[in-house]
Nanobody
Framework: QVRLVESGGGSVQTGGSLRLSCSVS????????LAWFRQAPGKEREGVAY???????TYYADSVKGRFTISRVTEHTVTLQMNSLKPEDTAMYYC??????????????????WGQGTQVTVSS
């Protein structure tokens, strides 16, 4: 059974940084597309970034472009480095995996496996 576990969330002030990690088990080969999503209270879940199985193609939502970086550090682990955090980045952050190596759209419906989430809170 596929399992995704997020870690690294916490509380920071505006302008601070956090690094989220997503541990995937078991991993498949070739590796599959992985993404980060977030959901704030009362809002829909939105895509943040994805990385393809080869780790060569990444995509970012406009709201985080230039501030967040998604990386595949091992076969098991994908990270999301978040810099210059803003209060509007406050949300529960989820890791998700597709069933294939290539990524398509950064939409929740494209991803089948999900983690339980890790909370990120940015105070002004």
């Amino acid at each position: 059974q596929v399992r995704l576990v997020e870690s690294g969330g916490g509380s920071v002030q505006t302008g601070g940084s956090l690094r989220l990690s997503c541990s995937v088990s078991p991993y498949t080969y070739p590796l599959n597309c992985l993404a980060w999503f977030r959901q704030a209270p009362g809002k829909e879940r939105e895509g943040v970034a994805y990385i393809d199985g080869a780790g060569s193609i990444t995509y970012y939502a406009d709201s985080v472009k230039g501030r967040f970086t998604i990386s595949r550090v091992t076969e098991h682990t994908v990270t999301l480095q978040m810099n210059s955090l803003k209060p509007e980045d406050t949300a529960m952050y989820y890791c998700a995996r597709r069933g294939v190596p290539h990524c398509n759209a950064l939409e929740p419906a494209d991803f089948y496996y999900w983690g339980q989430g890790t909370q990120v809170t940015v105070s002004s």
